[in-house]
């Protein structure tokens, strides 16, 4: 199963690939939503198109506590648009302490980029375990 993963941001989206049956991922891009603006969707179609995914997660950010995050309105939104061009399962996936994850990941790799797509790396590879191990 082909994965595409988004770890929503108001300022950047960052996004990772992977793939169940390798049990792989990796980081793909960060996408500039200031820069790109309304445009960010065609990115998001072409990336759909390109990859051809059988699945979309989407970060939920999550309090440390379990509850929704100020962001999470926006994160919602993006997640019923992403369903909506992309005929393609969608799901939320807990993102909790993966920024944090990703900025050590960055530093161990002498990494001084934007980490948003290892934060959706990181997620993804949650779930691939789970998904997985489930199985």
């Known amino acids: 199963m082909q994965i ?4 929503f ?5 960052g996004v990772a690939v992977g793939q169940t049956i390798t049990g792989t991922s990796s980081p793909l891009m960060v ?3 200031v820069q790109e603006g309304k445009e960010i969707w065609n990115t998001i179609e072409d990336l759909i198109n390109e990859w051809k995914p059988d699945q ?6 999550l309090n440390m506590d379990g509850t929704p995050s100020e962001i999470m309105k926006k994160v919602d939104q993006f997640f019923k648009k992403l369903q909506m061009i992309s005929n393609v399962p969608c ?10 994850e990703a900025k050590q990941l960055a530093q161990m790799n002498a990494r001084d980029d934007r ?3 290892l934060a959706a790396k990181i997620f993804l590879d949650n779930w691939i375990e789970r998904y997985v191990n489930s199985k």
């Open 91 to 100: 799901e939320l996936v807990d993102e909790r302490l993966t920024s944090f």
């Open 115 to 117: 980490i948003d797509d």
């Open 56 to 61: 979309l997660l989407v970060g939920n950010p």
């Open 9 to 13: 941001g108001t300022q950047h989206i």
């Open 31 to 33: 996408l500039d939503v």
């Open 4 to 7: 595409l993963a988004f770890d």
